[in-house]
């Protein structure tokens, strides 16, 4: 299966029978690979039966074509059916001639290989010593020696190079060189990354690489089996010090097509037919996939993921080590056949691995190539596409110049040796740049290796927060990813298993790195910089494989006769020899030095496997889960599985159902104790918020759950989003039923009936209606994004589960889409995935507010006037003008005799105040407001603005407009919420009512005495100071410290009520803005008398500005009332740092003796100076308003 993964081919003497090599794995459960060599070459068929029984195929099929009036396809000594071009007659005709068996007229060939199997990658030594042995089939003149002799010594003679040494051991004809990297250098990597590189170009390389660093499931497409092998070993290699983690297939047989259906991150290669379009290959699931046309130099890359850090300079720098080598950065188009076929064919005289046996290595002419048809159809389509003609495609091999070339041969081998070593270089460097202080950060809380294995699920082992708040800002979006990852994950493990056992040898070299940059940059300071810092190591790794190459250590025993049976093994020009088994089948004793591995590292791998879930890692498909996924990738290549049967496959999907459930819950357990976690100490209302970035992070994994579960089991693929393609049947089928499938669920309703009963009215809830809001969003052009949308805008509305129950609810529907093992038809697991999506209802999110930013979104307000005290509609001319963090609506006239409006606008964010206010026309112009109610009507955030206060000349505090602080009202009334989840409710915290002035119209029940008023500005400070000691991301509402509940207007106007004489004069009240604006016409009218020269100046100043700020406020064109100003005072004071400044001047001032009492906190000088100090804490923060807050104040 894997020697010949496409089984038997056979050739007459017309087709091209040149020999190919490629190359295979095998990984093993615990995580050991095993590498395969193999060179496929053709015999002769003797046998009579097979060239009859050959003779009939054919003319059964000829008849067949002739038949057909519009060939489809043609015959072939490989495949009975390969395409072509349809309705090409002339090509029919001549594919006939050239590939028609007569058994008198053509000698027939079979397919046949010798395979070498190492424990390490050997690539080029295998590949010298199978053709030396394919030549010593083939020659005129026998071997020197039997071939058991050279088969006998490779297999018990020849001991693998120590590290840091090179071997030389010998084929039939020639010596060979093969070495092995020591012990702080790369590990061994023989596969030329000069092709990779060739074939698929620097910047595709760069962005396939980083989306196997984010475990992306990744696809490579290719003819030649070899291309696979070294485009997939190329890139895992350049993991350093990574390695993946998942399903690992690099050459994928026909009969496994169907593990391509695997819900899991995999690296896969696939190989392409023979005119085979992309658009004709149907995968079960792209949304989250990277496709890789490695002969079409082409990729396609999922819709979202982040660009790996510094990447322009990263290019540059690797773009600069190719081109020393004459390597173009760009690559070369189909790998330029031409000059590579020429290379390779001056490296050996016998064998081209390029094209798997479609280039012969000898003349190559456009006559033979028609001869092998299934080149036809891509060279067809490649002369359509790109104008070559047929005509520039003839090679000819350089015959003359054997020493020449066998000299060139080494040289180039050395030149790749070098440039392998020198590219894995800078990739490492860039790892040991970005994780230079990984160590830092890695938790190790267990005090030996038992009782860590034992509680890993319940330890973190790595501080992801700190190391990310340590990063640079640009490198955050690819790393907050990374570190989610499996491999990410191991590679903290090994570190804290390195405290108990022998290190891994991949962590080994890489500490090593880190600790020599921190003996070069001792004196450098430890900052974080995304300065780009180039590798300084290229010169010696190159050298020191050139030592090794050019110098040779060590030495293997000769072939020698062995003692064989005379007779046996005859030789026969042409023909591969019956081996004899007893003579291979045992060797010198404990010479096997190939098997020899370090116990320990195989018992530290051991352990690993059987605990390798991982607390709250994203991609947590761990344990048994993810040790059978793996196994899978690994097992299945055995020949024992190639006939596989249903049980085996059901047994296989049925570990896949599992690991996604397994997937799921560990996704949404992290995601509730990130953001809970957060929250018990989040300040504020309803502002808690983990950091922007890891909570983006979080949710785009969740999609690409959501996206492989949905695309596992699929009958037939429509659409890249297996998710939006089912959701778009529902809504089909529900629209033409005339069906309504929603459910009446309140969603925003005002909960406290009001004195007037005015509400918001009930939201519905509709599955329907919230795919049309995202149909509606032209920013979104494809069906992933539009998926992902519909996700983000479900998870804010608390709705996920709820609508992916409903849509799982039309069984007929998912019957039609969905086979039987696929995990949305495993009822019992489908439920456990829903409870688990219903869990993350008991956090807020704003997943989708917050990424849409540009859209346009309907809102609708209502306003609740207190009826009992005053007429519920006014005679004047309301407005309103609603902000939020994103912007504001603009000043909107609200309907005569209304008070329910829908506006709409761009997204406005969170929504953070409000400013209400009319014109005092008319008879009933005065309006008492207790509450401003506004919701978004996509999402079904509902937003409570209290007020509690008049709006009118002559009442109150003559204010004619106000500005509301708002806070975010529960979207799910208890008794609903009990019947949607049938969980207790979640507990909500009693609405405090907005405090009211001491003179306003309810008064106040209880005076909060001296020591609880400078307790709350002590509370008041400390969450401002706290907000801006948080990453930006993580912050909440300033406008809310400053203005809100307890907030700092709030704090300040409890010290300047202590001790207020406010009794009413004449029925008129009196307002702490009346003792401001009489201490600043004390101020404009005295002179002050200061102890120096210097204080009377710094006085005058803090006088001047005082002034000026009051007279800007009562200036300004707006109709505020005398609290709401204020309130713009204190929060213009703390943006420019003035407050500490003001509070002396009014305390000392002499309208504070008429105005407040003895007792009162600002006559007592110790509490002024403590009130002083409190303040100049703000001094250091840069506090930017709300636009709102002070519309219309020129200061």
């Known amino acids: 299966m894997l020697c010949m993964p496409k089984g038997l081919s056979f050739r007459t003497q017309a087709d091209n029978r040149d020999p190919q090599l490629h190359s295979f794995i095998i990984t093993r459960e615990d995580g050991s690979r095993t590498y395969g060599f193999v060179l496929t070459f053709y015999e002769e068929v003797t046998s009579k039966q097979i060239c009859t029984a050959m003779q009939t195929l054919y003319q059964m099929h000829n008849a067949e074509q002739y038949s057909s009036v519009c060939a489809s396809s043609s015959c072939s000594m490989d495949s009975l059916a390969s395409s072509i071009d349809e309705g090409d007659a002339t090509s029919l005709a001549k594919l006939q001639r050239y590939n028609s068996y007569d058994i008198s007229r053509d000698t027939l060939y079979v397919s046949k290989c010798i395979c070498l199997i190492t424990p390490l990658p050997f690539m080029q030594a295998c590949k010298k010593f199978l053709i030396q042995l394919y030549k010593a089939v083939t020659s005129q003149q026998p071997p020197p020696l039997p071939l058991e002799s050279y088969i006998h010594n490779i297999l018990y003679e020849v001991p693998l190079p120590p590290p840091g040494r090179s071997l030389k051991f010998y084929g ?69 010090p990574f390695q993946w983690q998942h399903v690992y297939v690099p050459i994928l047989p026909a009969s496994l097509l169907h593990f391509l259906d695997a819900p899991v991150p995999y690296l896969m290669g696939l190989q392409s037919k023979e005119g085979t379009d992309r658009s004709k290959l149907e995968l079960p699931q792209e949304a989250n996939l990277c496709f890789v046309d490695i002969d ?51 490296l050996s005289d016998l064998v081209n691995d390029k094209k798997n046996g479609n280039i012969p290595s000898n003349a190559l002419n456009m006559y033979e190539l028609l001869k092998g048809n299934e080149t036809i159809a891509r060279l067809q389509a490649l002369a359509k596409r790109t104008g070559v003609t047929m005509e520039k495609m003839t090679i000819t091999t350089p015959l003359t110049e054997e020493k020449d070339g066998k000299l060139s041969c080494e040289e180039l081998e050395l030149r790749d040796y070098k440039l392998n070593v020198q590219l894995r270089e800078v990739f490492a460097n860039r790892f040991t740049q970005l994780f230079a202080d990984y160590e830092a950060f890695v938790i190790q809380a267990a005090p030996d290796m038992e009782s860590w294995l034992t509680n890993r699920e319940q330890m973190q082992n790595f501080d992801k927060a700190s190391f990310l708040s340590d990063q640079p800002e640009p490198y955050l979006p690819f790393l907050s990813h990374f570190i989610e990852t499996q491999m990410f994950a191991t590679f903290i493990d090994n570190k804290i298993m390195s405290q108990w056992e022998e290190k891994d040898p991949f962590l080994r070299v890489f500490d090593s790195r880190i600790e020599k940059i921190r003996l070069y940059n001792v004196r450098a300071p430890a900052l974080r910089t995304s300065n780009y810092q180039k590798c300084s190591t290229l010169k010696e790794a190159a050298q020191s494989i050139e030592q090794r190459l050019m110098k040779i250590d060590h030495t293997a025993i000769h072939p020698h006769l062995l003692d064989m049976k005379i007779g046996q093994g005859k030789y026969e020009q042409g023909f591969f020899p019956k081996l004899q088994s007893d003579v291979l089948a045992t060797g010198p004793t404990n010479n096997n030095r190939w098997a020899s ?7 530290r791998k051991d352990r690993l496997r059987q605990h390798s879930e991982h607390i709250g890692l994203d991609n947590d498909m761990r344990e048994k889960y993810m040790q059978e996924a793996r196994s899978l990738g690994k097992n299945l290549r055995q020949p024992k599985l190639s006939d596989l049967s249903p049980a085996v496959i059901a047994q296989t999907n049925w570990k896949f159902v599992e690991g996604l459930l397994k997937e799921c819950r560990m996704k949404t357990k992290r995601m509730l104790v990130e953001k809970m976690g957060h929250e018990a100490v989040e300040l504020g209302h309803g502002e808690a918020n983990i950091t922007g970035l890891e909570e983006n992070t979080l949710i785009a994994s969740l999609c690409d759950l959501l996206e492989r579960i949905w695309s596992h089991g699929l009958q037939v693929k429509q659409g890249k989003s297996a998710l939006w393609s089912h959701l778009l049947q529902y809504q089909e089928r529900e629209e033409k039923q005339e069906h309504s499938a929603e459910s009446p669920v309140g969603g925003g309703t005002e909960r406290r009936k009001s004195d007037t009963g005015i509400t918001l009215p009930t939201l519905r809830v509709s599955l329907i209606q919230d795919m049309r809001h995202v149909q509606n969003m032209s920013e979104i052009k494809t069906d992933v994004g539009r998926a992902r949308a519909w996700i983000r805008l479900s998870l804010e509305k608390k709705l996920l589960s709820q609508h992916l129950k409903q849509l799982l609810s039309n069984q007929a529907l998912a019957k039609k889409l969905y086979k039987r093992y696929a995990f949305l038809r495993c009822e019992e697991e489908r439920e456990q ?94 309006w008492l407001v207790d509450c401003v109610m506004v919701r978004n009507e996509i999402t079904g955030h509902t937003y409570k603005f209290p007020c509690g206060r008049w709006l009118g000349k002559g009442v109150d505090d003559g204010s004619l407009e106000r500005i509301l602080i708002g806070e975010l009202v529960s979207s799910t ?34 005076k909060p005495n001296a020591g609880q008023i400078q307790e709350g500005i002590g509370e008041a400070v400390n969450n401002i100071v706290k907000h801006f000691h948080k990453p930006e991301k993580e912050r909440g509402s300033l406008t809310i410290l400053l203005c809100g509940e307890n907030g700092l207007v709030a704090a300040l106007e409890q010290v300047f009520h202590h001790g207020f004489k406010s009794a009413r004069i004449f029925h008129k009240n009196v307002f702490i803005w009346d003792f401001i604006e009489k201490a600043v016409a004390y101020f404009e009218t005295s002179d002050q008398i200061g102890d120096n020269e210097e204080a009377l100046l710094l006085q005058r100043s803090s006088c001047k500005t005082f002034c000026h700020y009051v007279n800007a406020i009562n200036t300004a064109p707006r109709n505020i009332g005398k609290d709401g100003k204020f309130q713009i005072l204190v929060c213009l004071g703390t943006r420019d740092h003035l407050l500490s400044q003001w509070i002396p001047l009014l305390a000392e001032c002499p309208p504070i003796t008429r105005m407040y009492e003895e007792s009162a906190l600002l006559r007592d000088r110790m509490t002024v100076n403590s009130l002083i100090r409190v303040l100049q804490t703000l001094q250091d923060f840069n506090i930017i308003l709300e636009g709102s807050l002070i519309k219309g104040v020129d200061v």
């Open 973 to 1006: 009334s208890e008794e609903e919420l009990g019947k949607q989840c049938r969980t207790p409710p979640q507990q909500k915290s009693p609405t405090v009512t907005r405090r009211l002035s001491i003179t306003s119209l309810t008064g106040r029940n209880t």
């Open 172 to 240: 039939v004809y020639e010596p060979i060189i093969c070495q092995r990297p020591g012990p702080n250098e790369l590990p061994l990597s023989d596969y030329p990354l000069r092709e990779v590189f060739e074939l698929l170009g620097l910047e595709n390389l760069v962005q396939v690489f980083t989306c196997v660093l984010l475990e992306m499931q990744i696809l490579l497409y290719s003819q030649d089996y070899q291309r696979l092998m070294t485009v997939a070993e190329g890139i895992t290699t350049l993991l350093f």
């Open 833 to 926: 995935f829903l409870y688990h999506l219903l869990s993350l209802n008991a956090v807020d999110y704003f997943c989708f507010t917050s990424v849409f930013t540009t859209i346009m979104i309907p809102y609708r307000s209502v306003i609740i006037p207190i009826k009992k005290l005053s007429n519920a509609i006014t005679t004047s001319n309301p407005w309103i003008c609603v902000s939020g963090e994103l912007g504001d609506s603009g000043v909107m006239q609200i309907p005569k005799n209304h008070l329910e409006m829908t506006f709409e606008c761009q997204n406005l964010g969170k929504l953070t105040t409000v400013q209400i206010g009319h014109d005092n026309s008319g008879l009933l112009a005065k």
């Open 597 to 603: 591995r370090s116990a320990s590292t195989q018992r």
């Open 296 to 346: 079409n130099h082409f990729i396609e890359l999922p819709e979202e993921f982040p660009q790996f850090p510094n990447k322009l300079e990263f290019i540059q720098e690797i773009s600069e080590v190719l081109l020393q080598f004459g390597i173009p950065p760009e690559g070369n188009l189909h790998c330029s056949d031409s000059a590579t076929k020429l290379k390779n064919l001056v």
